[in-house]
């Protein structure tokens, strides 16, 4: 049974260009969020999505965009890159509708902007 | 606002001794879930333990075990027999009810000296 995968896992983008990095989730799982981990800090929550739609978001710009596809995939989505932007970016699933399930997270994708 | 407070950066403990992680935490609802994540240097977050607020009873799953205390807003990690696989970052989080999104703390780095 496949966790949750990421792609890629390393990148490596310039100030001003924008990225795309991609989830898969654990099978089965219906709900994908994404997390954002600076370099000594704990995670933080970027957005959810459930049934392709954007369920919740936290405090981040409108530079932070993503997309879920019918077959629960999802991609975020970061343009205008800033150096602040570097960190891992982690993916993680779920299955159900409410709170207090199991967060299955990916092993992330490594982001360096210069 | 729901806030979740490590206070400890860094633990220290011999292999096969019991360790105790610490955290608090602050939430204005009634109705939430606590949870201890690993880290390990392969990034990949692991679930270790989950509880739910209206649960009395300490969660425990084989060597870990927590002990909430609602009252004090404490939810700290006791890992026994401790072994060198344990080494890693852990994370205590939360989630309200209401909510999808799990806030972090900012982490404690476990050493296990053999």
């Known amino acids: 049974d496949a966790g949750v995968t990421q792609s890629p896992t390393h990148l490596i983008k310039t100030r001003g260009q924008q990225v795309t990095l991609r989830c898969s989730p654990k099978?089965?799982?219906?709900?994908v969020s994404w997390y954002q981990q600076a370099l000594g800090q704990g995670p933080q929550f970027i957005f959810q999505?459930?049934?392709?739609?954007?369920?919740q978001r936290g405090n981040f710009p409108d530079r932070f965009s993503g997309h879920q596809f019918p077959n629960y995939s999802s991609e975020l989505n970061v343009n205008a890159l800033l150096l602040g932007d570097s960190a891992l970016y982690l993916c993680?699933?779920?299955?159900?509708?409410?709170?207090?399930?199991?967060?299955?997270f990916g092993p992330g994708t490594r982001l360096t902007v210069t | 606002a729901q806030t979740v407070t490590q206070s400890q950066p860094e633990m220290s403990v011999q292999e096969a001794e019991t360790v105790t992680l610490s955290c608090t935490y602050d939430t204005s609802e009634s109705d939430y879930y606590l949870f201890w994540y690993k880290q390990p240097p392969s990034r990949q977050m692991i679930l270790v333990i989950r509880?739910?607020?209206?649960?009395?009873q300490n969660a425990t799953e084989n060597r870990f075990s927590v002990n909430f205390q609602k009252a004090a807003k404490s939810f700290s990690l006791k890992i026994s027999d401790s072994q060198l696989g344990d080494a890693a970052m852990y994370f205590c989080?939360?989630?309200?009810?209401?909510?999808?999104?799990?806030?972090f703390g900012s982490g404690t780095r476990l050493l296990v000296r053999p």
């Open positions: 099978s089965g799982h219906d709900t």
């Open positions: 989080a939360s989630q309200e009810d209401s909510s999808y999104k799990l806030i």
């Open positions: 509880q739910e607020a209206y649960k009395q």
């Open positions: 999505y459930y049934e392709e739609e954007e369920r």
């Open positions: 993680a699933s779920s299955m159900g509708r409410g709170a207090g399930y199991e967060q299955y």
